[in-house]
């Protein structure tokens, strides 16, 4: 029996990735890896490694999860050791859980390599904490996108007046909606707001406005692209370290598929 390191890729730049998610890679026979994943990063493989894609896009999945939840345990039983490697975090809107879940249910060997997620590392590298003692003391990581059965009215109500900077993944198509909902149920208008695009890669772009006119600002901005929602957001005019040297410097480029 094999097994399977569940790895955290990080957000982009391959310099992000963990220690132990790196010797994971350098140890595997096959890696599946997802559609965020910095290919760099495959080149740290061994030489007889073989390559699965997995990545999904919006509306477009090249491997259904039944199909890579199954590919993982066929594999694993032939005695391979493999790497599902995932953009940012396999347990923040990754489905590492779905597919521990499996792995675990059919007595399969496995591990937990966490990764730096890009509700974190995006605002970061745009110059906005996403907390400050001065301007929030509460975050969430929100999925923009929800399943049917989910009331998506009280799913956003719930988060106008609840955690002060909102991080959310998915959103972009979404954005319209999601800041119009968060001004019904109580959010100011004035609010700031940020889209940042292909965090922490030499190509990333930082849109900044408020809850009012975020939408109209990036619509140039297209996925992938995370959304951060707080005052902290003001900061970036302070401490935007990263998007002017990363066009003077030789900064690795976020490679997707």
Known sequence: MGKVYLVG??????DLITVK?????????IILYDRLVNKALLDHAPKYARFIYCGKSP????????????LLVSLAKEGSTITRLKGGDPFIFGRGGEEAEVLSAHDIQFEVVPGIT?????????????????????VAFVSGVVKKS???????KHLALGPET????????????ICRLLI??????????????????????????????IVELSEEIRNPAMIVIGEVVRLRDKIN???EAAFQENIPEAIYQ
């Open 59 to 70: 509306n477009r999945h090249s491997l259904p999860q039944e199909e890579i939840n199954a």
């Open 118 to 138: 890009s509700g974190a590392a995006a605002p970061a590298y745009a110059g906005i904490p996403v907390t400050h003692r001065d301007y929030s003391s509460s």
């Open 241 to 243: 370290w990263y998007e």
């Open 21 to 29: 998610g790196l010797k994971a890679i350098e140890q595997s026979d």
């Open 9 to 14: 890729a990080g957000p982009g730049d391959p």
């Open 166 to 177: 909102l991080c959310i993944y998915m959103g972009v198509k979404k954005l319209p909606e």
């Open 150 to 156: 989910v009331d998506v009215e009280e799913y956003w």
């Open 184 to 213: 019904k149920h109580g959010r100011n208008i004035d609010t700031p707001a940020a889209l940042i695009h292909c965090g922490t890669s030499n190509t990333q772009k930082t849109v900044t406005g408020t809850l009012e006119n």
